[in-house]
């Protein structure tokens, strides 16, 4: 694959009939959708976002824990696998929503507030992290919990396209120091899972993926 750039969703869409196929990945939705729900907010969220929602492997788990769940995503395959899946189950509460969320304003454009934010694997794809954190934060309910999931910081190898464009992971204490300085409090870490799997330089290696939860202020 040539010429990639931030706002290209034609990988996401090519690789969609297949995604759920990945054994790696369904492992790690697993693990992190484990985390997600033990770290929701003690009462049931009335209005829950993801951002990154692609196929739904984890947005199916957290949906039943929410009152209503948009469902974000840049790829409009992956969506179109969600909503077949929403079909499917007439599971009545998430509403799938397309939106490139590589644009610099792509939060912004989002309708709403939100008392439970959550995404998995998808900030590292996102070019401005200090940005687009900030607009959550706007569109978030005071109190309201934020949850994500990605890569502690990796080598570079664990994309096997070397022309993606992407954040190798992300150093723990940088980004709460970026996540305070949107104005949320309470940011927590742990290690949601380990994955396991053959880098691009063709060796066996382990990338950790944490989970990170913060909270926005009552007012």
């Given at each position: 694959m040539s010429d990639n750039n931030w706002t290209d969703s034609q990988r996401f869409d090519s690789k969609a009939s297949e995604w759920d196929a990945n054994a790696v990945r369904a492992a790690l939705a697993d693990a992190v959708s484990r985390a997600i729900l033990a770290h929701m907010?003690?009462?049931?969220?009335?209005?829950?976002?993801?951002?990154?929602?692609?196929?739904?492997?984890?947005?199916?788990?957290?949906?039943?824990?929410?009152?209503?769940?948009?469902?974000?995503?840049?790829?409009?395959?992956?969506?179109?696998?969600?909503?077949?899946?929403?079909?499917?189950?007439?599971?009545?509460?998430?509403?799938?929503?397309?939106?490139?969320?590589?644009q610099p304003d792509a939060a912004s454009r989002i309708e709403g507030s939100f008392d439970f934010v959550f995404s998995s694997m998808t900030l590292h794809h996102i070019p401005d992290t200090r940005s687009f954190i900030a607009q959550l934060y706007g569109h978030?309910?005071?109190?309201?919990?934020?949850?994500?999931?990605?890569?502690?910081?990796?080598?570079?190898?664990?994309?096997?396209?070397?022309?993606?464009?992407?954040?190798?992971?992300?150093?723990?204490?940088e980004l709460k120091n970026l996540i305070e300085s949107a104005g949320f409090t309470n940011v927590s870490f742990i290690t949601a899972h380990m994955i396991e799997k053959k880098n691009r330089a063709g060796q066996r290696a382990y990338y950790p993926v944490f989970l990170v939860t913060a909270t926005k202020p009552q007012i």
């Open positions: 907010p003690v009462s049931r969220p009335e209005k829950a976002l993801e951002f990154g929602c692609g196929t739904g492997l984890v947005t199916l788990r957290v949906a039943p824990g929410c009152g209503s769940l948009t469902a974000v995503d840049t790829s409009r395959e992956m969506l179109r696998v969600l909503s077949e899946k929403i079909a499917a189950g007439n599971i009545p509460n998430i509403s799938p929503l397309f939106l490139d969320l590589t978030m309910a005071p109190g309201g919990t934020l949850a994500i999931a990605d890569l502690d910081t990796e080598d570079g190898m664990f994309h096997d396209d070397v022309t993606e464009k992407v954040h190798h992971g992300f150093d723990r204490d």
